[in-house]
């Protein structure tokens, strides 16, 4: 009756299964909200969803967050249209975070080295990420799981974050590679 890839689902996410449900209602219901009033009213079912949300979120319309139960978010946090947030593995957002459009977050990913079984019957590696406050990331960047980015940082429009970023790190490309620093160099 169920497919083997729907027991594995529901095995894998058992305790999370009723969460997944509504925030999923919730996503339908809430995700394209126009003007003021959806953003408090996203914001109002999100505090309820996330492990945690800051004060002063916006999450702009056309946002898709899936599992966030395992989504920490601090103040000032503000997504534009289109952002992706799978927190399965566990996502650590910092405070006065910008996400710009369609950017992509993603804390698992398949576990590819199992060449015995074919893809579409791999589990999920749960790896966490962790984003540092006052992160800026462009239009179109992704994220990797397992990656930490710390404070400061900016990730340009297309980047491809697959390796840690450090402090005021501005990284750019496929692979995301440092082209700058934000803190300013000082002269003597």
Not at 123 to 128: C, F, V
Not at 167 to 179: F, K, L, N, W
Request: glycine residues 12%.
């Amino acid at each position: 009756m169920f497919s083997p890839h729907l027991k594995r689902f529901v095995q894998m996410y058992r305790r999370h299964l009723f969460r997944i449900w509504i925030e999923d209602y919730v996503g339908w219901a809430t995700r394209s909200l126009p003007g003021i009033e959806g953003i408090l009213i996203r914001r109002f079912f999100y505090r309820l969803l996330f492990k945690s949300l800051g004060k002063s979120a916006l999450i702009f319309p056309g946002g898709y967050f899936k599992h966030v139960y395992g989504l920490q978010v601090g103040d000032d946090f503000a997504t534009n249209a289109g952002v992706i947030i799978d927190a399965r593995g566990g996502v650590t957002i910092g405070s006065h975070v910008l996400l710009g459009p369609h950017v992509v977050i993603a804390s698992s990913h398949h576990d590819y080295l199992q060449t015995e079984h074919p893809m579409s019957s791999l589990d999920n590696r749960l790896t966490p990420v962790t984003i540092g406050n006052d992160v800026w990331f462009g239009a179109g960047a992704v994220v990797a799981s397992g990656v930490k980015i710390d404070d400061g940082a900016v990730i340009t429009a297309g980047a491809v974050v697959t390796r840690d970023v450090g402090c005021y790190e501005i990284v750019a490309g496929i692979p995301a590679r440092p082209i700058g620093n934000r803190k300013p160099k000082i002269v003597e």
